[in-house]
């Protein structure tokens, strides 16, 4: 792990303890839209700059690893925070669950009016990351990677397109909405550069492949 990404990690666990100290980590308010990942030329940049080299091994392996969801604000955890965000008109309880709202799955672009029908997908699977690079991290980095609100990395989709994602990466695995597919490879090229995680060949090579179609 990279001294950079090691610092980076400090900042964002810094910020959180702040925030929750201080009251300012709240759900935000319903944008529709995971945060913005970087432009197609800039994720080109990224691209090249990530380390190239097979997947690592599963051995080890485990969700509980990465814990989430975490309380955020509140009663609020993460996914209720991330179906805040992602949808329109949501209502939530005094325990923090959506009892009503629109949400639109930008991977099949099919439309939901009941929480129940969506899962929070890592743009970067969980194992996908063990893989590239978070065998080696804490559990409270991996902490932080699974919750994270900041990068482009969760995002609320139907749930059985996230589980036949699973823990494909881009060379196995792209949404089956054609347009949205610039998006995700700019979002996941955001996602492993900022946390340093490498990339195998045939991986690379599909989101140059997309990326090039941006």
């Known amino acids: 792990m990279s001294g950079i990404y090691a610092r980076r ?3 964002v666990a810094a910020s959180a303890a702040l925030a929750a100290t201080t009251g300012l ?9 995971m945060p913005t990942p970087v432009s197609a030329s800039t994720a080109r940049t990224y691209l090249g700059q ?17 814990p989430h969801w975490i309380t955020q604000s509140g009663a609020c955890n993460t996914r209720e925070v991330v179906l805040k965000r992602d949808g329109t008109g949501v209502v939530q309880d005094s325990a923090c669950a959506a009892t009503s709202g629109s949400w639109y799955s930008e991977y099949d672009g099919a ?3 009941a929480a129940s029908d969506l899962d929070i997908d890592h743009m970067v ?35 059985n397109v996230n589980q036949s994602k699973s823990d494909q990466d881009p ?9 949205y597919r610039c998006t995700y490879a700019r979002a996941w090229v955001h996602v492993k550069h900022y946390y340093d995680m490498t990339v195998d060949s045939t991986e690379k090579s599909a989101l140059q492949s997309v990326l090039n179609g941006c």
């Open 9 to 11: 990690i400090a900042v």
């Open 25 to 33: 980590l709240t759900a935000p308010t319903a944008q529709a839209a």
């Open 50 to 66: 990530l380390s190239v080299s097979a997947e690592g091994s599963s051995s080890g392996y485990s969700r509980d690893k990465f």
């Open 111 to 113: 439309t939901w009016t």
């Open 125 to 159: 699977p969980l194992a996908e990351a063990w893989r590239s690079g978070a065998s080696s991290w804490t559990t409270a980095q991996r902490q932080s990677f699974a919750n994270d609100l900041t990068r482009p990395q969760l995002i609320a989709v139907t749930d």
């Open 171 to 179: 060379g196995e695995w792209l949404p089956s909405r054609t347009a």
